[in-house]
């Protein structure tokens, strides 16, 4: 069953610090993975995206990575800011064509406290 | 902001009333999609429309009847919902082409609370 784990489910960081969101998924097969930001009572939105050939990519301070073989990949955010403060979304798209039926995991809420 | 506006932002209706939630993108894309969030779980798609048909339907109850008049206006009409049906309704968009579906911009939502 194609599914999306993400850890952990929430986390608290103080301002400046770093921190890094895992996503763990069983999708087969593959097209491309991406990292959502989305702050409460917004939608997501898009921060980096992925594919099978690529294993790190870069905006700004989030800096996510992807290993296929194991299919994992995480989200680095350095020097964190009260603005970070949201829902880390994982969404990972087997590529099969058609409507782009994307797999989300449940997300990661990260708090960011001065 | 993504090009994708919703309304009304916050919706509070009881089970026996009837409402209808919008949603209008402004990014000339073909395809555009209805999404339930709820609290601490994955969000799942409902419905998809490419070119004004709908093209998806997981196995939503009937009480959710989406509409698409055109390729920038959605509509999801609500009747006789349950309280279970509380959650946050998503609305996104893409172009799709070729057989291929590309980034899906999201709307605000709609914040919906079943009494």
Redesign the interface.
């Known amino acids: 069953k194609n599914q999306?784990e993400q850890s952990p489910?929430s986390l608290i960081i103080l301002e400046g610090k770093n921190c890094t969101l895992q996503c763990n998924y069983t999708v087969s097969p593959f097209s491309n993975l991406?990292w959502y930001k989305q702050d409460t009572?917004?939608?997501?939105?898009?921060l980096t995206?992925m594919t099978f050939s690529e294993n790190t990519k870069s905006n700004g301070r989030y800096t996510a990575t992807l290993d296929a073989d194991t299919k994992q990949s995480s989200l680095h955010i350095t020097a964190s800011q009260l603005s970070d403060s949201a829902s880390y979304?994982c969404v990972v798209s087997p590529g099969v064509?058609?409507?782009?039926?994307?797999?989300?995991?449940?997300?990661t809420r990260l708090a960011v406290h001065p | 902001e993504t090009g994708v506006t919703q309304t009304p932002r916050h919706l509070v209706m009881g089970m026996t009333n009837k409402k209808s939630l919008k949603c209008e993108q402004h990014l000339g894309h073909n395809a555009m999609y209805w999404y339930k969030q709820s609290a601490k779980k994955p969000l799942e798609l409902m419905f998809v429309y490419s070119l004004e048909e709908r093209v998806e339907n997981n196995s939503v109850p009937s009480r959710f009847s989406p509409e698409c008049p055109n390729s920038s206006h959605l509509f999801l009409h609500l009747h006789t919902l349950q309280p279970e049906d509380s959650a946050l309704y998503l609305c996104a968009s893409s172009l799709f082409f070729e057989g291929e579906s590309y980034e899906q911009y999201f709307g605000p939502g709609t914040r919906l609370t079943v009494t």
């Open positions: 999306v489910q991406r009572g917004r939608g997501p939105v898009s995206i979304i064509g058609g409507y782009n039926k994307l797999i989300f995991g449940a997300g």
